[in-house]
């Protein structure tokens, strides 16, 4: 079966804004495209987006990519899923994680310790509360609601949302990466979004840490939507859309974490990069910034986005399908508006003309 398609507007001010992101959303939405998803890290948020965009869609599912776990407390969490899936008729749809150590602690000023920990126990809380059947009493060990202690007044209360949600079950994505949390994704979670993600190394890279999770949770494959975010270019100035590319995986390997921690360069050497990642990683760090961008093998490039002709992009697309990806979240890397419009309708008619 074809994989459904998002679209990935992913950061604010990087990514399309204004009235060239409400332009593709609602193209998007027109062709077919199931869920639009936003994402935040240390500028725009996920809630204002969505909430942005609720009242200037219809169909069209409203998902985050991600609402990081650090940002707000869970309850901050599940009250705006809550509203946003009563803004939109029943269109949310939960997606978390826990950011990096650097983020965490720099921006949000939350210590990163145990960090998928912290996640699971934040998917219970958000679960508890849009479940709704009663007040909300939680002791575990990374939260504690009603809070009580040393410091506190003693009067916090077990409360319940104040309102009926729309829907008392909203699905939970998470965006994970490494062996113990994409277990937990298939353990406990709706949907999986992967990024920096390679159709072709999916069974020898994760397809162990999912049977895990499964068997742990007594769940089976058709119980977890695997939905990767992937970066799409088709036909025009496809060179740029490929340095694009090339300028966030820089970012990744070299920036979004420490020589002892990067999810990324690790999840590079899974994928067969190992030397290429480290040299990568170690030239960034070393502020040889130019040398680490030449440093990025092209097939790197074509191992986890979908850039090329046509033709080329339905050939890797019917690779996803042959790896049971149930959705693809197309990021449209190219820089002109009508490149980005091209590329959208193109990649529907691959993905109808593969179902």
């Given at each position: 079966?074809a994989?459904?398609?998002g ?15 409400v332009?593709l959303?609602k193209a ?5 495209y199931?869920?639009?998803w936003a ?6 948020d996920?809630?204002s987006?969505?909430s942005w ?7 069209i599912k409203?998902?985050a990519?991600i609402m990081?776990v650090?940002?707000?407390?869970p309850?901050?969490?599940a009250?705006?899923?809550a509203?946003i899936?009563?803004l939109?008729?029943g269109?949310?749809i939960f997606?978390f994680g826990p950011s ?7 921006w949000?000023g939350v210590?990163y310790?145990k960090?998928?920990?912290?996640t699971r126990?934040?998917?219970?809380v958000v679960?508890?509360?849009i ?5 909300l009493?939680?002791?575990?060990p990374?939260?504690?609601l ?12 077990a409360l ?6 729309l829907?008392n079950?909203i699905?939970v ?7 113990k ?9 709706d949907?999986?979004?992967?990024i920096?993600?390679s159709?072709?190394?999916f069974?020898?890279?994760?397809g162990?840490?999912l ?7 007594g769940?089976?494959?058709s ?6 975010s992937i970066q799409v270019?088709?036909?025009?100035d496809t ?7 090339k300028?966030g995986?820089?970012?990744?390997l070299g920036g979004?974490?420490s020589?002892?921690?990067?999810f990324?360069?690790?999840l590079?050497c899974?994928f067969?990069?190992e030397?290429d ?9 070393d502020?040889?910034?130019?040398e ?5 093998p092209?097939?790197l490039v074509?191992a ?5 002709t046509?033709?080329?992009v339905?050939e890797?697309?019917k690779?996803f399908?042959?790896?049971g990806v149930?959705?693809i979240?197309?990021s449209?890397v190219?820089?002109?508006q009508?490149?980005?419009m091209?590329?959208l309708?193109r990649?529907?008619a691959?993905?109808?003309d593969?179902?």
């Open positions: 079966m994989p459904a398609l679209i990935n507007l992913g950061y604010w001010g990087i990514g399309p804004q204004g009235d060239d992101a332009t959303v998007a939405e027109a062709a077919g199931d869920s639009v994402a935040e890290s240390y500028g725009s996920v809630v987006v969505l965009l609720a009242p200037q869609t219809s169909t409203l998902g990519a990081q650090p940002a707000r407390p309850a901050a969490a009250m705006a899923g509203t899936d009563g939109s008729g269109r949310f997606g990096g150590p650097q983020v965490s602690e720099g949000y210590p310790a960090p998928w920990g912290r126990e934040y998917i219970e679960r508890e509360i479940a709704r059947e009663g007040p009493d939680h002791d575990g990374h939260y504690k009603p809070l009580q202690g040393e410091g506190t007044t003693g009067q916090g209360k319940k949302l104040n309102f009926h949600p829907r079950e699905p994505f998470v965006g994970a990466i490494g062996r949390s994409v277990e937990m994704a298939a353990e406990i979670c949907g999986w979004i992967p920096f993600f159709a072709d190394a069974e020898e890279t994760w162990e840490h049977a895990k999770g499964f068997e742990k949770g769940r089976s494959r119980d977890l939507e695997v939905s990767p270019a088709i036909d025009g060179e740029t859309a490929r340095n694009v590319v300028a995986l820089l970012l990744y979004m974490g020589r002892e921690t990067n990324y360069v690790d590079a899974r067969g990069f030397e990642a480290l040299n990568v990683q170690s030239l960034f760090l502020g040889k910034r130019d680490a961008y030449q440093a990025i092209e097939e074509d986890t986005s979908l850039i090329g046509e033709a080329e339905a890797r697309v690779r399908s042959n790896a149930d959705r979240i197309a449209l190219h820089l002109d009508g490149e980005r091209h590329t309708e990649l529907a691959i993905v109808g593969d179902a």
